[in-house]
């Protein structure tokens, strides 16, 4: 157990099998299954698929072959999201119970048009905020999707103290949500304002990510979350969620991202390659080093590698206190 760590850790790689891994999916997944094993903890993978129509069939099994080839083995079998929508149903009813989320009746072109008439105007990559139409009432329309009820339940929050340090690990304030991301430090997010009310259950019957992701993390008994950095602005929400439902905050450490030539993130949809598996030992080279990881010379196959990099990684990541 690294010094930096008090109790049992468990981590977790949760990709989605949209598509096979590409480098970019392979960062998360070497930096999740590093700070596991610096800390002397367990690793878990969880297939995220429950948006079952963009979810090739075959995609899962490919992404297992191509972790196994890397030598990232999970410490047991993988959970699939797919076959949890009664957990999720408890979850939102628990939720609504308690007036915690609502129907909604909304389109995206009321959302938008209600954001115009606010003065809204949409701006490229930055959220947009639901402008909170349905909670009060669906005025005689027909539901179409749930939401969690963020602005009330933050509204509700006491104030953020005066004195509280910039760095304090969670604050769940009226104000927003203050937390420190064990790579990029010290975070906040007024949810309230800058997303609104979230989508729990969406209109097409699918269930949303932030409702999955957080009741998953806490069924596995998840207590550090390793992802992209991408995810970080995600991350309030699930902070926020798991405190209305009573459920345990993981800490959270986002990695870097790897870009394409035109900047965007390397992504499935914009046509990243899939990890050459039969050259893993330079697919994790290559990973190692957007992590910041020094070469892993002398290593002759992956498990040498992944145990050099351990022991890097617990230098750098996880000093002690």
Not at 104 to 117: N, P, Q, V
Not at 263 to 288: M, N, T, V, Y
Request: proline share 10%; hydrophobic share 40%.
């Amino acid at each position: 157990m690294s010094a930096g760590y008090a109790g049992p850790y468990i981590g977790r790689f949760a990709p989605s099998p949209t598509g096979p891994l590409h480098a970019g999916s392979l960062v998360a997944a070497l930096a999740s299954w590093l700070d596991a094993r610096a800390a002397g903890g367990r690793w878990l993978v969880r297939i995220e698929d429950v948006d079952r129509p963009r979810c090739p069939p075959g995609a899962a099994e490919r992404i297992l072959a191509q972790l196994a080839a890397c030598g990232l083995r999970p410490d047991a079998p993988p959970l699939r999201q797919s076959g949890r929508g009664a957990r999720y149903r408890q979850a939102l009813d628990e939720l609504a119970a308690r007036r915690l989320a609502y129907p909604c009746a909304c389109t995206r072109r009321d959302i938008e048009a209600a954001l115009a008439a606010q003065g809204l105007a949409h701006e490229r990559h930055v959220e947009r905020p639901y402008p909170g139409t349905c909670r009060q009432g669906l005025r005689g329309r027909a539901p179409r999707a749930w939401r969690f009820n963020a602005t009330e339940y933050q509204a509700k929050m006491p104030p953020a103290p005066g004195s509280q340090s910039p760095t304090a690990p969670l604050s769940i304030a009226s104000d927003g949500i203050r937390w420190t991301d064990r790579r990029l430090g010290p975070q906040f997010q007024d949810v309230a304002r800058q997303v609104g009310d979230f989508v729990l259950l969406r209109a097409d019957g699918l269930w949303a990510y932030q409702l999955a992701v957080v009741v998953d993390d806490a069924d596995q008994g998840v207590t550090h979350i390793v992802r992209g950095e991408d995810l970080a602005d995600n991350t309030p929400r699930q902070i926020l969620l798991q405190s209305a439902l009573g459920l345990p905050t993981p800490r959270y450490l986002h990695t870097p991202l790897v870009r394409a030539a035109d900047g965007e993130k390397l992504s499935k949809q914009h046509g990243a390659p899939p990890i050459d598996d039969g050259r893993p030992l330079q697919a994790l080279a290559d990973a190692a080093r957007v992590l910041g990881l020094p070469p892993a010379s002398g290593a002759r196959d992956a498990d040498q590698a992944l145990a050099l990099w351990a022991g890097a990684w617990a230098r750098i990541y996880n000093p002690p206190l």
